[in-house]
């Protein structure tokens, strides 16, 4: 289509116009994924006056392709109308997809009207876009009524003092709506509002406001206010926030709804943040011990979550003496997530007492939570224990001590029935491995992260093997040597053909991580032997290993020789393999290293020649004695000499 001169094609803009009337759903979305293109085709005018009344006459559709219009009215249609003169004419089909019956599709369609109205100027929103926002506000049907909440806080800054006047009360009959949906709705967009209100305005209209939803008979509407009292509450002074909120703050925390009051636990810390320091230590202390004693298991486990955040807010001596008697208890919950909360958050604590504190009340529970019959409560545990270590624990309490409760966590969770728990575990273990030192480990857990590597699951396997990589470059090449790679290369001799892969898989992994001593003695038998491997897996995943060699090492002079003389033989005896996957990676593994030895060969070609004319210029410079440049003088060193080429 040539987009340039639509007129000399039109036949294409008919077929999708006809296929935005077609009865098939699929037809029609894919038309109005499009409708970019027809807009471009038509032109800027025949768009306005054609392609926006057909689509605004054709929401009566199915729901995906209604949201499929109200997304694409949003993404910069306004190109298309001819620019931001005529932005307003987007808002008529927008306006009706705000008001139909799918959630999804009004809230995409009040989207895109807030991403048109950046585009309008003050006159032609006063002009199209606050007739609208009216007409939404004061529907019949609640749906429409509802929408209007999230399109005041866009434009309300640029309009005039009376017509924000009108929205200001126009909002708090949303606010007092019979139908609970436009109430949540208003709860939901209040706090947006409130940060374009002055400060004279968020008293005397965003506070009546806030009240009367926070005390909604509907725990569906208080809930959402929780957000709502904490944007407020930043727009004011701490002074005005205890005088004029301090109420609301307690009836939220103490609400007979424990939605609501999970709410609060969950945006504790930005509650605590926005309303001061002063009205936290008088009030907020209190609140949290009781949010961490709660009824509720859910509103126990989203305060434990907030517990390092909020700590900060607090003083040490607030900690201990309020604070950690409710941890303690949470220590030993009934439920079992609140504990996994718990444990995943503990440790944020450290940092914040001294040390003696911290190995006095934090250790007893730590080791507690260490020895959970829960695998989530130890898994969270061990994975914060390089801040436990930052802290101060394992140098002080001494690495036996701790390997008592450590150890039999590490081993119940690495031989847990189930495999997610399993992988979990090998994933910190290069961190145990940091913070624990390489005497414990090789006493203690390698032989463990040995016996991952004949584990059933294949995930497990193949994290077992990035473990290694990741352990050798904690522990160093030669470690790996002695202790790794003599065990994983006997592997390759394993009856079971899964082994024998698995070998092959971590030498895949860790060369990398590895150096060619270690590759071209003992690794490059292994895989040679396995070449002529009975299992095809394992003949093309010896392919792609040798591949991985050549590409790693190729590039310096040794692994050119390893690659000419051992593997390019290798591999081009695997492209004759009977089997067409194990030929296909063998011709793409030769194809790599002959690239890769062939680059190397050319720049050492380049070197060579370089160097050869650096030499013939001496020798000349030298022989005529022309070029102080390589001036030998006799008697004077070699770091005194003026010889820079």
Not at 529 to 552: G, H, Q, Y
């Amino acid at each position: 289509m040539d987009t340039g001169n639509p007129l000399d094609d039109i036949a294409p803009i008919a077929i999708l116009m006809d296929e935005l009337r077609s009865e098939d759903v699929q037809l029609r979305l894919n038309a109005i994924h499009r409708v970019s293109t027809i807009a471009l085709a038509l032109g800027p005018d025949r768009t306005r006056e054609e392609l926006v009344p057909f689509l605004q006459d054709s929401v009566d559709d199915e729901d995906e392709v209604l949201l499929a219009l109200a997304e694409e009215l949003g993404k910069n249609f306004d190109e298309y109308v001819g620019g931001r003169k005529y932005a307003h004419v987007l808002l008529g089909p927008l306006e009706v997809l705000a008001a139909v019956e799918e959630t999804l599709v009004r809230d995409k369609a009040t989207e895109s009207i807030t991403k048109v109205s950046e585009s309008l100027s003050q006159q032609q929103i006063e002009a199209y876009y606050i007739p609208l926002l009216n007409r939404l506000s004061r529907g019949e049907w609640f749906t429409s009524r509802t929408s209007s909440a999230a399109l005041y806080s866009p434009v309300y800054l640029k309009v005039s003092t009376q017509i924000k006047e009108d929205m200001r009360k126009a909002f708090t009959a949303l606010a007092s709506d019979d139908t609970p949906m436009v109430r949540r709705a208003a709860a939901k967009w209040l706090g947006a509002f409130a940060k374009s209100l002055a400060k004279e305005h968020i008293l005397s209209d965003a506070l009546p406001i806030y009240r009367k939803l926070a005390s909604d008979d509907q725990d569906s509407v208080r809930l959402l206010t929780v957000e709502d009292l904490i944007a407020i509450s930043k727009q004011l002074e701490p002074a005005v926030v205890k005088e004029q909120l301090l109420a609301q703050i307690r009836q939220s925390v103490a609400d007979k709804s424990w939605r609501v009051r999970y709410m609060v636990a969950n945006h504790f810390v930005e509650l605590a943040e926005a309303v001061g320091i002063e009205i936290v230590k008088e009030e907020l202390v209190g609140a949290y011990v009781q949010i961490l004693k709660d009824n509720e298991a859910e509103v126990r486990s989203a305060g434990a979550s907030q517990l390092p955040g909020f700590a900060k807010l607090i003083d040490k001596d607030t900690i201990l003496t309020r604070i950690l008697q409710c941890v303690r208890d949470l220590s030993q919950d009934q439920s079992q997530h609140v504990r996994a909360s718990l444990a995943n958050q503990i440790s944020g604590l450290a940092p914040l007492l001294e040390k003696d504190s911290t190995i006095e009340h934090l250790l007893p529970l730590f080791l507690h939570l260490l020895k959970d019959e829960f695998p989530e409560v130890r898994l969270n545990i061990i994975s914060k224990l390089e801040m436990v270590n930052s802290a101060g624990f394992i140098p002080v309490i001494g690495i036996d001590l701790l390997s008592q409760s450590l150890l039999p966590a590490i081993v119940e969770l690495a031989e847990d029935k189930s495999w997610r728990v399993r992988q979990a575990i090998i994933e910190y273990i290069p961190l145990l491995a940091t913070q624990l030192g390489r005497s414990f480990f090789d006493e203690q857990l390698g032989n463990l992260c040995l016996s991952w590597l004949g584990d059933n699951v294949f995930s497990i396997r193949e994290a077992a093997t990035v473990n290694l990589k990741k352990l050798t470059d904690v522990f160093g090449v030669e470690w790996s040597r002695n202790a790794i790679v003599p065990k994983v290369l006997a592997m390759g001799s394993h009856p079971n053909y899964l082994f024998r892969m698995t070998t092959v898989l971590a030498i895949t992994t860790m060369t990398p991580s590895l150096n060619l001593d270690v590759i071209n003695d003992p690794i490059m038998q292994t895989l040679i032997s396995l070449v002529s491997d009975p299992i095809p897996n394992i003949r093309f995943n010896v392919a792609k290993s040798l591949e991985v060699v050549a590409t790693t090492y190729g590039s310096v002079p040794e692994g050119q020789s390893l690659a000419k003389e051992k593997i390019m033989p290798a591999v081009q005896s695997l492209q004759n393999d009977p089997d067409a996957d194990v030929r296909y990676f063998a011709g793409r593994a030769l194809e790599r290293t002959m690239a890769v030895v062939a680059i190397a060969d050319y720049y050492l070609v380049l070197q060579e020649a370089h160097l050869n004319e650096l030499f013939l210029k001496r020798d000349d410079a030298t022989l005529h004695g022309t070029d102080p440049a390589f001036d030998f003088t006799p008697g004077i060193s070699c770091s005194e000499s003026r010889f820079t080429a």
